[in-house]
Structures are given as C-alpha cells and as structure tokens.
C-alpha cells in the first residue's frame, strides 16, 4: 500500500495500468474508491493515479492544511513523488475545484483537465448570481450539530434517484468514514473559495461534465467555467445529478477515454524520450492487472501481420555470416598452427 509523507500529512494513493498519466480527485467526504469503475474501464490505456486526501480515507486526518490551495500542492508533491512528467487531471466536486488550482501549479506538464459536477466558486458570496449563501449556512449547521445524520441526508442529494439510488448506502458508509473536524473545514474551504479570477488562466484542454439533474451545483456554475476557460467544452448527462461518473459510468468512462486520448498527443513528443527508462522500470512495480487486458490486442495483431515474415528475416542473416566464417577461418587456422 503507497503512501506518501508530507507536511503534517500521509497521503494514501494508488497507481494502476500503463500509458499517460492521469490523476483522479474525489469531492469533499469521498475518497478514492468513488472512481473504482473509472480505474478498471482507463488502466488499459492510462496510468491511472488515484488518492485519499488528506483527512479523507486511509490519509491521515490533521488539523489543519484544508484549503484548496493547501490540498493542490499535497497533490503537486504526489505527481512530482510519482515521477509523472506530465499529467492530465480529473476532479469531481471539490476535487474539481482543487483540480483546478493544480493545474496551474503544474503549468505545462499538466496535458488536460476534467471537471465533473464542480464550480469556480464564491458559493456563500450573495453577489454571486450562482451562489446559495442560504444553503452553505444550513449545511455548516447541520455538519456541526450531527455529522453522521446529515450525511444520511446530504448523500441523497449526489444521485438524480435520490433515496432510490441503489449507490446511496453505499455512498452514505463511505462519507460517514470521514473526521467531522475534516468535513467542517473541507466545507468552509469550498464555500470560501473564489476561482473566478482565476479561470482564464488555464490554458489547456479542458472538458466540463455535469448532471442535468444536479442538487447541489446548478447547470449555471458548470457554463459559467465553459465560459470562462478558453476552448472548454461542456458535456451534460441526461441521467445524472451530482455524480455523472457513478450514475452514468459507461457514458462518462467513454467520454473522458476519448477526450484524454485526444489531449495526450500534446505531451507525446516531450513523454516519448523519456518512456524507454520508464518502461524498463514498469516491470517492478508490477502492474499485473494492467498486463493482461493489452495482451489479447497484440496477439490478433501479430498473428494477422505476418508472424512468418519476421521468423525468416532473422533466420537467413545469422545462417551466412556463420557459414563464410567457417570457410574463411577454416583454412587459415590450421595453417598458423602447421608454421
């Protein structure tokens, strides 16, 4: 089990399968379990990166360091730590928010940026036409008063069924894991946090999911982040309220498997030098689930490319050099030895 030492902090986190890297970030009282499906459906293809933060799952819970900014650059030293040269990130929710103040740390060797069910901000500002300064205070409340019975209530409000959801017990068992002093000052750090500002410096491929159905962050947050960074395209799902990647998992792996492809040939030139080391290194870690979903690509390949052709090749090549050696050296050897 990785785990990486910081500042005050131990971070749980995982790596699986091969390829580009990408990092998936959980929203506030997740942890990295919520993207179990999105690891089994990306590995194949990418090196997927997923992690506790701190506080959150099998990450040690401080008492402090739960700002956005303090979050990203746990983050930033988890990519550096890793060796990852280049990175595309994934966030949902608060990941989302905290996705993006990451990416601007990492400047170039970030490739891409998702954002799922997320927003730039300034929810408790009563000038922001997309805030609800009425809702952060009921939630700061109830988070204070009982934790675990406004888990109950509030991990309904992450699926379009609601309480019909057959993810909620599982969801509501997940949050419940969390510390309350880490849930209150997780919550204070997204209600106070303002990206807004911010926004038109991100300059990289950026894709914008959210649930048509979404409880807790309108539509009007997710056009407002398409607005504001420049070339980002934003997709709605139907079917989904607040967790697009858990409600609709196979349209959402679809999606973001396309656009990370799409994105990945940007970093190509500066990953491709340095992936024969790398590759001579994967073996150790062991990668063995990644393993064997590419084999049965390879194999169809070979066995329809011509198996044949690259068998004879090298068999006529060795054949002569051995036989004019034999012939030269045959009569000059016994020669030397007669003198």
């Given amino acids: ?27 506030w009282l997740g942890n990295r379990s919520f993207w179990e499906r999105q690891i089994t459906a990306l590995r194949d293809r990418f090196t997927v990166v997923t992690v506790d933060l701190r506080g959150h799952g099998e990450s040690s819970p401080p008492r402090t360091g739960y700002t956005i900014g303090g979050m990203a ?8 730590a890793i060796g990852a040269q280049k990175v595309a990130v994934v966030g949902w929710s608060m990941g989302g928010m905290i996705a993006q103040e990451l990416v601007r740390r990492l400047g170039d060797r970030a490739t891409g940026l998702v954002l799922v069910g997320t927003t730039a901000g300034a929810i408790a500002d009563p000038k922001n036409p997309h805030g609800n300064p009425a809702l952060a205070d009921e939630i700061r409340k109830a988070v204070t008063e009982d934790f675990r019975q ?3 209530t509030f991990a309904a409000q992450l699926f379009k069924l609601g309480t019909a959801s057959p993810l909620l017990a599982w969801a509501t068992g997940q949050m419940q894991r969390t510390p309350p002093h880490v849930a209150q000052a997780c919550l204070d750090a997204v209600m ?8 038109s410096a991100l300059k990289l491929p950026t894709l914008v999911i959210h649930g048509r159905a979404e409880a807790l962050f ?7 982040l398409k607005k ?6 934003l997709e709605i799902f139907e079917e989904s309220g607040h967790s697009p990647h858990l409600e609709e ?10 656009f990370l492809g799409a994105a990945a040939p940007a970093a190509a030139p500066a990953a491709r030098p340095a992936q024969p080391a790398a590759a001579a290194a994967a073996p150790k870690p062991g990668p063995a689930k990644a393993a064997p979903a590419p084999k049965p ?15 004879k090749k090298p068999a006529p090549a060795p054949k002569k050099p051995e036989k004019k050696a034999a012939k030269a050296g045959g009569g000059k050897k016994p020669a030397k030895k007669k003198r």
């Fill in 1 to 27: 089990m990785p785990f990486l030492t910081l500042g005050g902090a131990t971070l749980r986190y995982d790596r699986a399968g091969a390829g580009p890297t990408v990092l998936l970030i959980h929203g």
């Fill in 192 to 199: 106070e946090a303002d990206l807004r500002d911010k926004l």
């Fill in 218 to 224: 309108p539509l009007g947050m997710a056009e407002e």
């Fill in 297 to 311: 690509a390879p194999k169809a390949e070979e066995k329809k490319a011509a198996a044949k052709p690259v068998a």
């Fill in 150 to 152: 406004f888990v109950r």
């Fill in 228 to 233: 504001g960074i420049s070339g980002a395209k």
């Fill in 249 to 258: 998992p196979e349209r959402f792996n679809e999606t973001v498997a396309a």
């Fill in 73 to 80: 650059a746990d983050l930033e030293q988890l990519v550096r």
